[in-house]
């Protein structure tokens, strides 16, 4: 029987707040600190969040479940709204449990306490998407909007490129002099500490962030040495280059090329395709220019400049037009 006691606002409010929950734990940079240490806080943070989340869709699908059976004693006939919500609540809950389950024999057997984390921040992933399907779905069985969003592999993809173009400007095309070494690597190590305090870093391959944590390491111990070693930098800004330009390698992801040449054709068709352009490119076509920042150099040098002029934009939107 559906409980009494069952209100769907309340229940949509505690996914809402376990939600919140998870994007506090995500933003927080454990890669900072003793990982042996953390990890012991963070699996039992996440082992409390599985089991409020499960509670918290046990009591949907408990309210919900009568319709789950009615739906069921009718031949050919379609779940309803209510009954589908039931269903979802059990595969959510299942998949939950079972990604739990697999974090607990994984950690066991996984000496690296940065892995620990990855693998645990991965699980706290899962729960906020089942959260935010959930919460959605309740919303829409009382006529509402959502008020949880999820991150879309793609908005994940799009803000990974955007960190690594900057990544690029911060280091420079090519290699400093001397004297703006240093200022340089500090740009860079901005760059990535303001990485790994996002929660597209947890999105990152384990090589990646294996990667990602060694560089970090080789620039702060140069950036702190009371004597700098010219060489060890130079190699350091050189090790740097080759990693941002690896990174680059998401351009080739189906997503982000269909994504691109969609925006790079809305632009041209508005500004280009028939004759003479206008002087000013649009703040709503310049909005979705800064989505493809990582695409294209000149691109970015344009955004970074804060350029408006369509016809300072036209060589490299038409050359993009040709190529995606």
Request: some cysteine.
């Amino acid at each position: 029987m559906a409980s009494q006691d069952f209100q769907p606002a309340v229940a949509q409010q505690e996914l809402i707040t376990l939600a919140g929950n998870v994007d506090a734990i995500r933003r927080f940079r454990y890669v900072d600190g003793e990982h042996a240490a953390l990890v012991r806080e963070l699996v039992a943070a996440v082992e409390m969040m599985v089991s409020e989340l499960v509670g918290a869709f046990d009591g949907i699908q408990g309210h919900y479940e009568p319709a789950v059976r009615v739906s069921s004693g009718r031949e050919s006939a379609p779940l309803t709204e209510a009954a589908l919500l039931a269903e979802l609540c059990m595969m959510s809950r299942q998949e939950v449990i079972d990604r739990i389950s697999r974090l607990r024999a994984e950690i066991s057997k996984i000496d690296d306490g940065a892995e620990k984390v990855a693998r645990s921040m991965g699980l706290l992933g899962t729960l906020r998407r089942s959260a935010v399907a959930v919460e959605n779905a309740l919303a829409e069985q009382a006529g509402e909007k959502g008020r949880l969003s999820a991150r879309s592999e793609l908005e994940l993809a799009i803000s990974i490129r955007a960190a690594f173009a900057a990544l690029r400007r911060a280091l420079g095309e090519t290699a400093p002099p001397l004297s703006a070494l240093a200022e340089r690597l500090r740009g860079a190590d901005t760059v990535l500490a303001g990485l790994l305090s996002r929660d597209s870093y947890w999105e990152l391959s384990s090589h990646e962030r294996t990667a990602l944590h060694g560089l970090i390491q080789r620039l702060r111990l140069w950036l702190g040495a009371e004597d700098r070693d010219s060489s060890t930098g130079r190699y350091l800004w050189g090790d740097l280059r080759r990693f941002s330009e690896a990174l680059g390698q998401l351009n080739e992801r189906p997503q982000l090329v269909d994504h691109d040449r969609g925006v790079i054709r809305a632009v041209y068709s508005t500004l280009y395709a028939h004759g003479r352009p206008p002087e000013v490119v649009q703040p709503g076509l310049l909005r979705q220019l800064r989505r493809v920042e990582g695409r294209d150099p000149e691109v970015d040098r344009l955004l970074v400049a804060e350029e408006s002029r369509a016809s300072a934009w036209q060589a490299a939107i038409e050359r993009l037009y040709e190529a995606l």
